[in-house]
């Protein structure tokens, strides 16, 4: 800084580096580079540390072990397992079994969700306490709590296989888990299935003609009913015209278990159940504030204009809901897919149970194998954040 | 007077033209239950539906807990006779371990002791009608925190304690230097910088004197109580306050970090705060405990508690930081360029103009992330910490304690103190929300 003496003063030459410090760009630039060694420091205080501490400890290091067997068996595999299989196979199996819980509880955490939060809003006072109880239970309650509570006081509380509960269908519910009739399809089954692909491609095919039509002439087209048909009606009559090719294998009591069926594990029913009920009470408060934040006004020109309740839900109020929802769910996705992580306390074969725990103990190769957990779910994070955030880009305000 | 009558009918006046009374079934009790339960068809059988569900609660949870209970009894075998409900006397004879873990007994006076001092800092801080805000607030953030920790752990003179002393010493020295330079008029640094940098050496020097005052005074030499023996609704109660101080500050450096106009800087809070938010609290009390110590030099370590709450401090000031950035978010850019128009500093402009509106602005996150860190404690179980919800979980496993009910019990136990706080907590919020809504309000 060019500073020139007043009144014959001498020039402060001594305070130029001090002045220089008050700069804010030079500062700007000082701060960083502080931060930018301060951190590389830090890190590489933490390699050095980690590649000593495991060489003392005579812990292997990299990714040899991915393709050791593993040796212990897995109570839920969806992909073909066996105890001589590798460490990378057990990824392979906590990740799809971490896929499968996501997966079941989003859904049918929105569904209760929806549910619940539409509940709150009723006009029957009734409906609309207990919707209210539900949720103020329910979100203030530890999720690992609700978990232990399905677990170790409903679920392993049930009788053993031979007084098992007999439940619609066909269905039992024991000790030893759920066990649902699995369907088995006879010949002659892909006549209907065919029939039913191509209805459901025809619908959609249907619905978008008569959106054009609509926009373009005003006149209206049934296609709910005409879906209907195509879907439901038409393939349910060609496979009772076959014959019903279609029979169910029944679990049945031999021995001291059931054997047949499709068998849910106690320990996911308990997961899923525990998921869905605590991330059902968010999304029931989002919900309702999403239909809140549709003004009145927006109800009120939808009756003006003549349309039916029905009508004003699905075509004004929800919509615009819907923008306000989006983001929020987004994010209470996201922790569900974390929390399924919490599979561990009650001996789910998730990711961070079987990888996390059981290979890490075995391997010893904490870096390496708690680096990999991490990186999933970020990458699973970012996968569900993009679809949502391209869902809500399809969903959002079109503003010029 | 008489009364007006019309001429041509002769009916009162009076009596037409007022208004009729409503219709009975509309006003009242009855009016109510009509619009409210059964103004429909489907609404009647919501009513009903819902009258069934209540029904069912209501008489599962009175003769559960209540009418089948257990209120009388020893050990479990009072629980095991066929179709007895809730096992009560089961938290009877465990509360002590329920609220203080394994803390030896004749020293639970500390844990107490302890419950009493931030009741009484607490109070006063939350109640409005009670003045004196700073001062209970300096005692909540500086004073009682170093009593708490020295009636928790016990007198701490372990190796390197004259070291700190002398740490201690220094940086109160040099605390009081810089005050003493801002004072005189020929200093070259700005006397506001002195006086930032004194304050910050008092803040250090703090803690590391009254801890030397505390153990030298000889006056009560406490015996030291290790962490693994805490638990129960102790740990939970250290684990939330301490995460909760501790989430605030890195969530404030995080969000302003992230608004940065530094690239460097905002790219590393970018960094750290969306790696947190992507990865499960496990995975990151699971590299506290697992590899923590691998990241540390040889013979370095840490208590487990300590690992736990750093671990828990990151994780909620990385959601804090979003939570804090959407408030900044909100300030209009006015505020910022008035504040530097006005001559103010960095620091200035932040901690008087933008953070007390932006933090008023999102006080119900703030809670929120509250209230979730608060039921992310139970976590620590997993990594061998006992919470409340761990200790009850350790109890069940007790064969004298064995019966079909006791797991429930001990459940619906944790879960109502879980609940009272998290709830409590949700609710006062919208209290502070209202009060300070009061300029808004029209």
Known sequence: ?400 | MAVQRDLATGTPIAAASAPMPPPRSEVGAIGWVRHNLFSSWSNALLTAVALFVIWKLVDGIISWGIVNAVWSGDDGSACRVEGSGACWIFIKAKIGQFIFGRYPEEERWRVNGVFILAGAGLLPLMVPRIPGKTWSAAYTLFIFPVIAFWLLTGSASGPGAGLLDLLGLCLAVAGLAAFALSRSKSARVPPQTLRLVSGFCFLLAYPLLMRWLCSTSGLLNLRPVPTELWGGLLVTLVVASVGITGSFPVGIALALGRRSRMPFVRWASVGFIEFVRGVPLITVLFMASVMLPLFLPAGVSFDKLLRALVGVALFAGAYMAETIRGGLQAIPRGQFEAAQALGLSYAQRMGLIVLPQALKLVIPGIVNSFVGLFKDTSLVLIIGLFDVLGIVQLNLTDAKWFAPSTAMTGYVFAGFVFWVFCFGMSRYSQMIERRLAAGDRR
């Open chain 1, 1 to 400: 800084m060019a500073v020139t003496g007043i009144a014959g003063r001498a020039p402060r030459r001594t305070r130029s580096l001090l002045d220089l410090l008050y700069r804010p760009e030079v500062r700007q630039v000082l701060f960083q580079i502080i931060l930018i060694i301060a951190l590389a420091a830090l890190f590489w205080m933490i390699v050095s540390n980690t590649a000593a501490n495991l060489r003392r400890q005579n812990i292997a290091s990299g990714f040899g072990f991915w393709n050791t067997t593993a040796g212990f068996d897995i109570s839920q595999t969806l992909i073909q397992y066996t105890n001589t299989s590798t460490y990378g196979r057990v990824f392979w199996v906590g990740l799809t079994n971490t896929l499968l819980v996501a997966a079941i509880g989003v859904v049918l955490a929105t569904m209760l969700g929806f549910v619940m939060g539409i509940a709150r809003l009723s006009r029957n006072w009734l409906i609309a306490r207990l919707a209210t109880v539900y949720i103020e239970t329910i979100r203030n309650i530890p999720l690992l709590l609700q978990l232990f509570v399905w677990y170790f006081a409903v679920l392993k509380s049930l009788p053993p296989p031979r007084q098992s509960l007999e439940l619609m269908g066909g269905a039992v519910l024991n000790l030893r888990g759920l066990y649902l009739p699995e369907p088995l399809p006879q010949p002659g089954f892909e006549a209907p299935l065919a029939v039913l692909v191509l209805g459901i491609l025809a619908a959609i095919g249907l619905a978008i003609w008569a959106k054009r039509r609509q926009r373009l002439t005003g006149a209206q087209f049934h296609t709910g009913l005409a879906a209907l048909v195509l879907i439901v009606v038409l393939p349910a009559a060609i496979f009772f015209l076959v014959g019903a090719p279609l029979e169910f294998d029944y679990p049945t009591l031999r021995g001291f278990n059931y054997a047949g069926g499709i068998v849910v594990l106690p320990e996911l029913l308990a997961l899923l159940l525990g998921l869905v009920i605590y991330t059902g009470a968010f999304i029931a408060e989002i919900v309702r504030a999403g239909i809140q934040g549709v003004p009145k006004g927006q109800h009120e020109a939808a009756n003006a204009i003549g349309l039916s309740t029905g009508q004003t839900l699905r075509l004004v109020v929800i919509p615009q809901a819907m923008r306000i929802i989006i983001p929020p769910l987004t994010s209470n996705y996201l922790s569900l897919i974390k929390n399924s992580s919490l599979a561990v306390a009650i001996a789910y074969p998730d990711l961070v149970s079987v990888f996390a725990g059981t290979v890490l103990n075995q391997t010893g190769q904490a870096v390496e194998v708690i680096l990999i957990t991490m990186l999933v779910y970020l990458s699973l994070s970012l996968i569900t954040s993009l679809l949502m955030n391209w869902f809500n880009a399809r969903m959002a305000l079109i503003e010029r």
